[in-house]
Protein backbone atom coordinates (compact mmCIF):
# COMPACT_ATOMS: atom_id res chain seq x y z
CA UNK A 1 0.00 0.00 0.00
CA UNK A 2 1.04 3.11 -0.77
CA UNK A 3 2.37 5.83 1.95
CA UNK A 4 -0.48 8.09 1.13
CA UNK A 5 -3.10 5.78 1.53
CA UNK A 6 -1.71 4.08 4.29
CA UNK A 7 -1.63 7.69 6.14
CA UNK A 8 -5.44 7.48 6.51
CA UNK A 9 -5.55 4.49 8.50
CA UNK A 10 -5.25 6.31 12.04
CA UNK A 11 -7.85 7.86 14.15
CA UNK A 12 -11.72 6.86 12.95
CA UNK A 13 -10.14 4.46 10.58
CA UNK A 14 -7.59 2.71 12.55
CA UNK A 15 -9.82 -0.59 13.31
CA UNK A 16 -10.57 -0.65 9.23
CA UNK A 17 -8.84 -2.70 7.21
CA UNK A 18 -6.54 -0.72 4.46
CA UNK A 19 -6.92 -1.49 0.83
CA UNK A 20 -3.67 -3.23 -0.75
CA UNK A 21 -1.82 -1.82 -4.12
CA UNK A 22 -1.20 -4.13 -6.57
CA UNK A 23 -1.44 -4.76 -10.31
CA UNK A 24 -0.58 -8.45 -9.61
CA UNK A 25 -4.12 -10.83 -9.07
CA UNK A 26 -3.69 -12.73 -5.97
CA UNK A 27 -4.93 -16.08 -4.69
CA UNK A 28 -7.36 -14.43 -2.15
CA UNK A 29 -8.78 -11.79 -4.73
CA UNK A 30 -11.51 -11.35 -7.66
CA UNK A 31 -12.17 -9.12 -10.02
CA UNK A 32 -15.17 -6.92 -8.93
CA UNK A 33 -16.66 -7.58 -12.48
CA UNK A 34 -17.27 -11.09 -11.37
CA UNK A 35 -19.94 -10.17 -9.28
CA UNK A 36 -22.03 -9.10 -12.41
CA UNK A 37 -21.61 -12.83 -13.45
CA UNK A 38 -24.51 -14.58 -11.65
CA UNK A 39 -22.54 -18.19 -11.65
CA UNK A 40 -19.74 -16.07 -9.84
CA UNK A 41 -22.21 -14.45 -7.45
CA UNK A 42 -24.29 -17.71 -7.02
CA UNK A 43 -21.08 -19.16 -5.46
CA UNK A 44 -20.45 -16.48 -3.65
CA UNK A 45 -23.48 -16.48 -2.02
CA UNK A 46 -23.55 -20.46 -1.01
CA UNK A 47 -20.20 -20.01 1.07
CA UNK A 48 -22.05 -16.81 2.87
CA UNK A 49 -25.15 -18.22 3.30
CA UNK A 50 -23.99 -21.58 4.77
CA UNK A 51 -24.07 -19.79 8.30
CA UNK A 52 -27.61 -19.00 7.20
CA UNK A 53 -29.52 -21.92 6.13
CA UNK A 54 -32.91 -21.19 4.41
CA UNK A 55 -32.76 -17.46 4.58
CA UNK A 56 -34.68 -15.16 1.84
CA UNK A 57 -32.63 -14.74 -0.91
CA UNK A 58 -33.55 -10.77 -0.82
CA UNK A 59 -31.58 -10.92 2.52
CA UNK A 60 -28.81 -12.26 2.58
CA UNK A 61 -27.91 -10.76 -0.36
CA UNK A 62 -28.04 -7.40 1.32
CA UNK A 63 -26.42 -8.52 4.33
CA UNK A 64 -23.50 -9.46 2.02
CA UNK A 65 -23.72 -6.12 0.26
CA UNK A 66 -22.95 -4.34 3.69
CA UNK A 67 -19.45 -5.76 3.50
CA UNK A 68 -18.53 -4.77 0.80
CA UNK A 69 -19.98 -1.22 1.12
CA UNK A 70 -18.41 -0.53 4.26
CA UNK A 71 -14.64 -1.45 2.60
CA UNK A 72 -15.73 0.56 -0.42
CA UNK A 73 -17.25 3.91 0.88
CA UNK A 74 -14.68 4.02 4.04
CA UNK A 75 -11.86 3.76 1.54
CA UNK A 76 -13.04 5.92 -1.48
CA UNK A 77 -14.25 8.97 1.30
CA UNK A 78 -10.96 8.87 3.21
CA UNK A 79 -9.12 9.23 -0.06
CA UNK A 80 -11.74 11.92 -2.09
CA UNK A 81 -12.21 14.28 1.33
CA UNK A 82 -8.55 14.16 3.07
CA UNK A 83 -6.37 13.62 0.06
CA UNK A 84 -8.95 14.79 -2.99
CA UNK A 85 -7.59 11.55 -4.67
CA UNK A 86 -10.32 9.52 -7.27
CA UNK A 87 -9.34 5.91 -6.83
CA UNK A 88 -9.63 3.58 -9.65
CA UNK A 89 -12.83 2.12 -8.28
CA UNK A 90 -14.80 0.46 -11.42
CA UNK A 91 -15.37 -2.59 -11.41
CA UNK A 92 -13.07 -3.60 -14.08
CA UNK A 93 -10.44 -1.77 -12.37
CA UNK A 94 -10.95 -2.89 -8.96
CA UNK A 95 -10.14 -6.84 -7.12
CA UNK A 96 -11.94 -7.89 -3.96
CA UNK A 97 -10.08 -9.22 -0.79
CA UNK A 98 -12.75 -12.25 0.07
CA UNK A 99 -13.12 -14.02 3.56
CA UNK A 100 -13.21 -17.63 3.57
CA UNK A 101 -17.11 -16.82 4.60
CA UNK A 102 -17.67 -15.04 1.05
CA UNK A 103 -17.90 -11.88 2.18
CA UNK A 104 -15.47 -8.91 0.83
CA UNK A 105 -12.73 -8.15 3.96
CA UNK A 106 -11.04 -5.52 1.32
CA UNK A 107 -9.77 -4.24 -1.55
CA UNK A 108 -7.17 -4.15 -4.11
CA UNK A 109 -6.35 -1.29 -6.08
CA UNK A 110 -4.15 -1.49 -8.85
CA UNK A 111 -3.12 2.36 -8.15
CA UNK A 112 -3.39 4.61 -5.54
CA UNK A 113 -5.75 6.89 -8.05
CA UNK A 114 -4.99 10.40 -9.59
CA UNK A 115 -5.99 14.09 -8.09
CA UNK A 116 -9.61 14.56 -8.41
CA UNK A 117 -10.79 16.51 -11.51
CA UNK A 118 -13.46 18.29 -9.89
CA UNK A 119 -13.25 19.00 -6.08
CA UNK A 120 -16.64 21.16 -5.94
CA UNK A 121 -20.43 19.73 -6.03
CA UNK A 122 -21.83 16.15 -6.19
CA UNK A 123 -19.45 15.24 -9.92
CA UNK A 124 -16.24 14.96 -7.51
CA UNK A 125 -17.73 11.09 -6.49
CA UNK A 126 -18.94 10.33 -10.02
CA UNK A 127 -16.28 7.08 -9.84
CA UNK A 128 -17.58 5.79 -6.65
CA UNK A 129 -21.11 6.61 -8.22
CA UNK A 130 -21.75 5.89 -11.80
CA UNK A 131 -18.42 3.54 -12.23
CA UNK A 132 -19.06 1.26 -8.96
CA UNK A 133 -22.18 1.62 -7.26
CA UNK A 134 -24.35 1.86 -9.95
CA UNK A 135 -23.99 -1.14 -11.98
CA UNK A 136 -22.97 -3.40 -9.52
CA UNK A 137 -26.60 -2.70 -7.75
CA UNK A 138 -28.48 -3.28 -11.11
CA UNK A 139 -26.69 -6.62 -11.18
CA UNK A 140 -27.12 -7.17 -7.75
CA UNK A 141 -30.76 -6.52 -7.59
CA UNK A 142 -31.57 -8.20 -10.86
CA UNK A 143 -29.80 -11.37 -9.36
CA UNK A 144 -31.96 -11.31 -6.05
CA UNK A 145 -34.85 -9.86 -6.22
CA UNK A 146 -34.07 -7.28 -4.49
CA UNK A 147 -35.19 -3.60 -4.88
CA UNK A 148 -32.20 -1.64 -6.09
CA UNK A 149 -33.26 0.63 -3.25
CA UNK A 150 -32.32 -1.94 -0.33
CA UNK A 151 -28.80 -1.90 -1.85
CA UNK A 152 -28.34 2.30 -2.53
CA UNK A 153 -30.16 2.66 1.36
CA UNK A 154 -27.46 -0.33 2.54
CA UNK A 155 -24.65 2.03 0.40
CA UNK A 156 -25.79 5.65 1.78
CA UNK A 157 -26.07 4.19 4.82
CA UNK A 158 -22.21 3.56 5.05
CA UNK A 159 -21.48 6.88 2.81
CA UNK A 160 -23.62 8.83 5.58
CA UNK A 161 -21.85 6.77 8.60
CA UNK A 162 -18.25 7.76 7.08
CA UNK A 163 -19.27 11.51 6.54
CA UNK A 164 -20.20 11.80 10.03
CA UNK A 165 -16.53 10.02 11.16
CA UNK A 166 -14.33 12.24 8.93
CA UNK A 167 -14.53 15.46 10.47
CA UNK A 168 -12.84 13.53 13.93
CA UNK A 169 -9.89 12.26 11.45
CA UNK A 170 -6.45 13.90 12.42
CA UNK A 171 -5.92 15.20 9.10
CA UNK A 172 -9.10 16.97 8.63
CA UNK A 173 -9.69 20.43 8.73
CA UNK A 174 -13.37 21.83 9.59
CA UNK A 175 -14.68 21.65 6.13
CA UNK A 176 -12.99 18.27 5.24
CA UNK A 177 -16.82 16.31 5.06
CA UNK A 178 -18.47 19.27 3.69
CA UNK A 179 -18.61 17.79 -0.25
CA UNK A 180 -19.86 14.78 1.25
CA UNK A 181 -22.69 16.04 3.24
CA UNK A 182 -23.77 18.42 0.48
CA UNK A 183 -23.93 15.48 -1.79
CA UNK A 184 -26.21 13.94 0.54
CA UNK A 185 -28.18 16.74 0.83
CA UNK A 186 -28.94 17.18 -2.98
CA UNK A 187 -31.76 15.57 -4.43
CA UNK A 188 -29.99 15.74 -7.77
CA UNK A 189 -26.69 15.03 -9.05
CA UNK A 190 -24.13 17.09 -11.00
CA UNK A 191 -26.28 16.01 -14.68
CA UNK A 192 -29.64 16.01 -13.24
CA UNK A 193 -30.23 12.31 -12.30
CA UNK A 194 -31.58 11.70 -9.05
CA UNK A 195 -29.49 10.78 -6.22
CA UNK A 196 -29.94 7.78 -5.03
CA UNK A 197 -27.72 8.88 -2.32
CA UNK A 198 -30.37 11.48 -0.78
CA UNK A 199 -30.70 11.57 3.07
CA UNK A 200 -30.23 7.59 3.38
CA UNK A 201 -30.28 8.40 6.98
CA UNK A 202 -32.53 10.32 9.45
CA UNK A 203 -31.70 11.77 13.07
CA UNK A 204 -34.71 11.33 15.34
CA UNK A 205 -35.77 13.11 18.75
CA UNK A 206 -35.92 9.70 21.22
CA UNK A 207 -37.36 10.11 24.75
CA UNK A 208 -35.52 8.04 27.44
CA UNK A 209 -37.81 6.31 30.54
CA UNK A 210 -38.26 9.53 32.25
CA UNK A 211 -40.10 11.02 29.12
CA UNK A 212 -37.10 13.44 28.69
CA UNK A 213 -35.43 13.93 25.48
CA UNK A 214 -32.52 11.32 25.12
CA UNK A 215 -30.08 11.73 22.28
CA UNK A 216 -31.40 11.85 18.55
CA UNK A 217 -31.63 8.30 17.34
CA UNK A 218 -30.17 7.73 14.11
CA UNK A 219 -32.77 5.98 12.03
CA UNK A 220 -32.02 4.60 8.52
CA UNK A 221 -34.45 5.91 5.65
CA UNK A 222 -35.25 2.19 4.54
CA UNK A 223 -34.63 -1.43 5.63
CA UNK A 224 -32.41 -3.20 4.92
CA UNK A 225 -34.40 -6.28 4.94
CA UNK A 226 -32.06 -8.50 7.41
CA UNK A 227 -35.19 -8.93 9.69
CA UNK A 228 -36.22 -11.78 7.09
CA UNK A 229 -33.42 -13.99 7.97
CA UNK A 230 -34.03 -15.61 11.21
CA UNK A 231 -31.08 -15.08 13.05
CA UNK A 232 -30.57 -11.48 12.03
CA UNK A 233 -33.76 -9.84 13.02
CA UNK A 234 -33.65 -5.89 13.37
CA UNK A 235 -30.59 -4.02 12.49
CA UNK A 236 -30.16 -1.11 15.06
CA UNK A 237 -30.80 1.28 12.77
CA UNK A 238 -34.38 -0.02 11.71
CA UNK A 239 -36.77 2.71 10.13
CA UNK A 240 -39.67 -0.64 10.75
CA UNK A 241 -38.10 -1.58 14.45
CA UNK A 242 -38.37 2.50 15.43
CA UNK A 243 -42.25 2.91 13.75
CA UNK A 244 -42.86 -0.38 16.01
CA UNK A 245 -41.40 1.25 19.10
CA UNK A 246 -43.38 4.52 18.76
CA UNK A 247 -46.43 2.73 18.50
CA UNK A 248 -46.03 0.88 21.29
CA UNK A 249 -44.94 4.11 23.41
CA UNK A 250 -48.62 5.63 22.17
CA UNK A 251 -50.41 2.61 22.99
CA UNK A 252 -48.92 2.72 26.33
CA UNK A 253 -49.69 6.21 26.64
CA UNK A 254 -53.50 5.54 26.13
Not at 45 to 57: C, E, H, L, N, W
Not at 140 to 156: E, R, T
Amino acid sequence: MSLALSSLYIGPMEQLTPPRVSNDPMPDTIAASELLEPARLEALMADFSARYPGGDRRALVSLWTKWHFAAVTSTSLAANLLLERDLPLGLNELRLILAPEGHVAGLCLKDEGRPLAELDGPGRFATLIDDHLTPLIEGLAAYSGASPKVFWSNAGNYFEHFTQAVPMHPMASASTAEPAQQLLASRKLADGRRNPLYQPVRYVNAANDDGDGGAPKRVRRLCCIRYLIDEMGYCGNCPLECREQRAAKGASAR
